[in-house]
Structure formats: C-alpha cells, structure tokens
C-alpha cells in the first residue's frame, strides 16, 4: 500500500486526497492540519456572507470521512513533527499549506494601530481562533488598497449593514464592531487602471445591490475599455443617488507611498500617474495586496511560494496549490490542479514498504501530542450547528482551548 502524507485540509488538500483515491484506490491518505478543524481559507477565507460558497466543504468532509483518509488536527508540521519524519513514514508527502503571511507594502507607517493586512482583518472576521479586532474606533473613512476580489470583500462587509447579515456565520462580537464604526466612506484604491483590476464581474456588480451603501466612480477618465468589470464600474457612475449612508468609491492609478498617522493611522498617501502626491484621510486602511507562503522545517519558499517542477519539489516531495503557484485562483482552480498532480504521484512514487498513518500515531503518542480525528472535526462541527437559526448559520468556536474540548467530549465546558 501507498502512504501518502497531505499538509494542509483547504481545498489543495482535500481536492488532492480525493483525486489521489481515484488513481490509486488502494492508497491511504492521512491529512495533517494545525488548527483542530479542516477546509483552511473555506472557513477562514470565504466571507460569511457568502455560504453557498462555502457548502463545497460538505464534498470535502465526505473525503475526510473515508475510510483510506485519516484526519490529523492539531498537528501543526514544524511543530508537532518534523518534516523529514513525515517524510520517513510516508511514500510521499505533499505541501498544502497555502500562502498565509499577508505581503507588506513596506511604506512608512504600516505599523501604525488602524493599519491591517487582508489576511488578518478577514480571519478576524471569519472567526480564526484568537484573532484580533482592527486596534481603532470611530472609524468613518476607509480605504482599502488593491483591487482583486478580496477588496471587494473587505468593502462589502464594512459596507453592509447588521440584516444583511441574516443567515451568515458572522459571530455577535464582529457585528457589534462593525456596528459601531460611524463609516462615510469605503474608498477602494487600484495602483493600475479599471481595464488592469482583478475584480470579477459578479462580485463587483454584487456591491450595487447593498441597502446601506452605494459604489461610486466619481472619475470617468478612468473607465476606458471594454470588460465587463469597466462597464459594471460606468453603471456605477450612471446610477441614480439613493441617498444610502455609505459611498464606496474607486479610484485608479494611486500607488501608495505612506501611512500617515501620529500614534493612529489619519491619511494614505499616494502617487499619481503625474507623480504627485495624494492624501486620502482614513482611520483604517487594509492592504488586500495578496499572501506568500511560509517556510516550514527549513523548506523555504521563494518570492512567495515553493521552488517546484510541475509540483515536485524533490524526490516524493510535492507541493499544490497556494504554495505552488502563488496566491491567485479560486477553489475549482486547485481542483484541476490536483487531478494533475494525483496523476504524476501515481506515476512516481512506488511503494517500499513504510508505516504511513500507523507510525504517525505512534510518533505522536510518543511525544505526547493529542490530535482531532475525523470524529473529534465531526463533534466540533455538530456543537457549532446546534441550535442555530435563520439568524445565524453557524456558531464558530473562536479558541484552540474550547475546540480541543469539544473535539474529545462533544460538549461545551461550562464557565
Ligand atoms: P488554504 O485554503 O490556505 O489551506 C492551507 C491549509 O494548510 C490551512 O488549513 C492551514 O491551516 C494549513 N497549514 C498551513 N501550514 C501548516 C502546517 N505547518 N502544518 C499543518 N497545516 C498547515 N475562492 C473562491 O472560489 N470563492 C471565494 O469566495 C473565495 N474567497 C476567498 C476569500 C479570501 C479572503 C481569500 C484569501 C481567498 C478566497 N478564495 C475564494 C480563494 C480560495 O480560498 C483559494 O483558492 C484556496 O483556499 C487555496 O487553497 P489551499 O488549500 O492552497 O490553501
Ligand atoms: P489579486 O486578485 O491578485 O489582487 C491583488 C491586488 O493587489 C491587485 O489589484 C494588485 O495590483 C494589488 N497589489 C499587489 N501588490 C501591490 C502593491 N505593492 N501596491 C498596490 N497594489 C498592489 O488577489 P486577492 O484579491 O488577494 O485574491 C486572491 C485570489 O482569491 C484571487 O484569485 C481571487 O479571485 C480569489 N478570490 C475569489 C473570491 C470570489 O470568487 N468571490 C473572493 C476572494 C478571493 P496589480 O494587478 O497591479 O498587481
């Protein structure tokens, strides 16, 4: 039997381990993953109040529940086990660890409190355990810099008001902050032109159905060519004044060049195409200019993502999606590109008798580790939906402590 080791349970994983099974039905496939629960940026990516989207994770969890899969939560690689271990026990090993660590800008005063990667506004939002709120109040002017559809994202949930997140998994504590904010004005900011944005259409066009806000693009000398995205931005600029509380504007050709700020951000500055200078005021800025990977047990990525051919990166080392190719793609994407990559393991990697799963659970025990099987995801996953409503389409425990809780009892412990 072949052994295959998965790191990662986002859809790289998942897809991955699914394919894998179909081209070699007698291998077993265990997936590592470091928080107690599966589906990565499914979870913690995909914006609450997008839930259909999320649904792909029913497919998902029915992967993780064959027989031939072994779930592994809470067993963070670097940590828990070492890389070359994995590589002892296993046939082959797969990096599918995603890109992480929000890219910087590297402006002056990125550190300023009101100042805050995709990455970690929208974990908080998503509930990822222990995140933290944005460090500012009060807050009536956003910008938000880069236009891909995270942007959009970002717009869309500081724009829309509490109803409209009926049905969603947006926790009360998200809502009460977003509640507070006295938000005027989303400005969302391109370095680049609108026939250059990485908008989609749909998601665009979606910010024109909000009741609290309406999209704006105040100039028009920017809307040339002929996309979809340019002509959902002139609709914006023909559409009639509803008199919402909230404008999200566009803007083009504004590279930034600092955060201004005396103890908390106030201003974005900018460079136009004439080189001079732009102050946009803002008390939070959140910088959706894409994601790296993160080095794990000395493997180290570079620009970004991990050194690979066509997914190998050494003899029975791969790697797939995020940490292949960079972090661009939605989720069929990393679909297409594991059936690709099942194919080229099954051609090369054969099977000289490793322990796979049962030394991993051996290793682990050893060194004291406890980890979240399938059924242990399965209790979470239950206490999360319990009791939940039209209001709310799920309760997400928020802390490692309370899920590994869960996870070994099924219940809640009492406070
Ligand atoms: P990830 O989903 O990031 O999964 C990586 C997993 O590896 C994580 O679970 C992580 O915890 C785990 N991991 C990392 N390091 C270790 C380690 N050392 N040990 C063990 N485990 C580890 N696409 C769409 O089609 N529709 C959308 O609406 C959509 N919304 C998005 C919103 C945001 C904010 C973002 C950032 C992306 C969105 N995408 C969307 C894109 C989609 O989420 C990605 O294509 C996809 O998640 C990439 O999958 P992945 O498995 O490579 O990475
Ligand atoms: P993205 O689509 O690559 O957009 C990143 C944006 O940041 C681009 O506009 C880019 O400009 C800009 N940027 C990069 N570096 C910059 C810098 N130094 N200064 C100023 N601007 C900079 O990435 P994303 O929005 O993070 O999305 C990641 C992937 O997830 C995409 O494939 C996206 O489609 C997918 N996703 C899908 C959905 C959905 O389907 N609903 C939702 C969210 C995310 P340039 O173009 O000039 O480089």
Redesign the pocket.
């Known amino acids: 039997m072949r052994h295959v080791a998965i ?9 991955l381990a699914d394919q894998l099974l179909r081209v070699v039905p007698q291998a077993s496939v265990d997936i ?4 107690p629960v ?10 609450p109040d ?1 839930q259909s ?1 999320k649904l792909v994770s029913r497919v998902f969890d029915r992967v993780l529940g064959r027989e031939t899969v072994g779930f592994f939560g809470n ?5 828990d086990v070492r890389l070359a271990e994995l590589m002892d026990l296993y046939n082959a090993v797969v990096l ?5 660590r929000d890219r910087r800008l590297g402006t002056s005063g990125e550190e300023l409190p009101g100042v805050i990667g ?2 970690a506004f ?1 974990n908080w939002y ?1 509930g990822y355990p222990d995140a933290q709120a944005p460090a500012v109040n009060g807050v009536r002017s956003a910008v938000i810099i880069g236009n891909g ?2 942007a959009i ?2 717009a869309r949930i500081l724009a829309k008001g509490p109803d409209e997140f009926a049905g969603s998994d947006l926790s009360t504590e998200v809502l009460h902050w977003l509640k507070s904010q006295p938000l005027e004005t989303i400005r969302v900011v391109g370095r680049r032109g609108a026939s250059d944005a990485k908008f989609t259409d749909h ?1 665009l066009a979606e910010l024109g159905t909000l009741r609290r806000a309406q999209p704006l693009v105040s100039d028009a000398t920017n809307l040339t060519g002929d996309s979809a995205v340019v002509k959902t931005l002139r609709g914006f600029r023909d559409g009639t004044h509803h008199d919402q509380p909230i404008a999200i504007s566009f803007h083009f050709h504004l590279v930034p060049s600092a955060f201004v700020g005396d103890g908390r951000l106030c201003a974005v500055q900018f460079r136009n195409a004439d080189g001079v200078t732009v102050e946009l005021p803002a008390e939070l800025a959140v910088t959706c200019i894409g ?1 790296e990977s ?1 080095a ?1 047990c000395g493997v180290a990525p570079a620009k970004g993502v991990f050194a690979n051919q066509d997914g190998r990166i050494d003899e029975r080392l791969y790697v ?5 190719r960079g ?8 679909r297409v590109e594991a059936q690709q990559l099942a194919q080229k393991i099954a051609r090369e990697v054969g099977d000289d008798q490793r322990p796979g799963g049962d030394g991993l659970r051996r290793l682990l025990k050893e060194r004291g580790v406890s980890w979240v099987d399938y059924a242990g995801w399965r209790r979470i996953d239950a206490a999360e939906l319990a009791g939940v409503g039209a209001e709310r389409s799920r309760v997400k425990l928020d802390s490692i402590e309370e899920m590994l809780d869960v996870a070994a009892s099924g219940q809640l412990k009492a406070v």
Request: glycine fraction near 16%; charged fraction near 15%.
């Open positions: 790191i990662g349970s986002g859809p790289a994983g998942c897809y590592l993953e470091k928080l599966p589906f990565g940026l499914i979870r913690y990516g995909v914006a997008h989207t067993v963070e690689v670097g940590r599918a660890t995603g890109a992480e995709s990455g929208v998503n559809n995270v994202d970002v998601e994601y993160v794990i797939v999606g995020w940490a292949k972090p661009s793609g939605t989720i069929p994407t990393n």
